[in-house]
Nanobody
Framework: QVELVESGGGLVQPGGSLRLSCAVS????????IGWFRQAPGKEREGVSC????????YYADSVKGRFTISRDNAKNTAFLQMNNLKPEDTADYYC??????????????????????WGQGTQVTVSS
């Protein structure tokens, strides 16, 4: 079966950093567009960052641009989200997602959740002092 397993979440102080990992099994990763989404309590799930199959194109939500970096290692079937200068408003459950569609505009995946074929179980990120 296809599985996406996130790790690396936890509690961090404002200004700190976390690196989330998404280990993918059951598929060859380089055929999939990858996205990171987050959902805070009482709020809708939103796209944070997405990356094309090769890693050549990326998209970042305005709220995280300049602070977060998405990357992928297709040889290891793993994707990453490096989060720097974390803020309390970054607190949320973070989900890794994969889409089989090849999108000319990579932001499409982050904007439209219906493009997602597989979801990870989520990992909690809490930014608090």
């Amino acid at each position: 079966q296809v599985e996406l397993v996130e790790s690396g979440g936890g509690l961090v102080q404002p200004g700190g950093s976390l690196r989330l990992s998404c280990a993918v099994s059951g598929v060859t990763l380089h055929y999939y567009t990858i996205g990171w989404f987050r959902q805070a309590p009482g709020k809708e799930r939103e796209g944070v960052s997405c990356i094309s199959t090769s890693g050549s194109s990326t998209y970042y939500a305005d709220s995280v641009k300049g602070r977060f970096t998405i990357s992928r290692d297709n040889a290891k079937n793993t994707a990453f989200l490096q989060m720097n200068n974390l803020k309390p408003e970054d607190t949320a459950d973070y989900y890794c997602a994969a889409s089989r569609l090849s999108m000319a505009n990579i932001q499409t995946m982050c904007i439209n959740l219906r493009t997602v074929d597989y979801w990870g179980q989520g990992t909690q990120v809490t930014v608090s002092s």
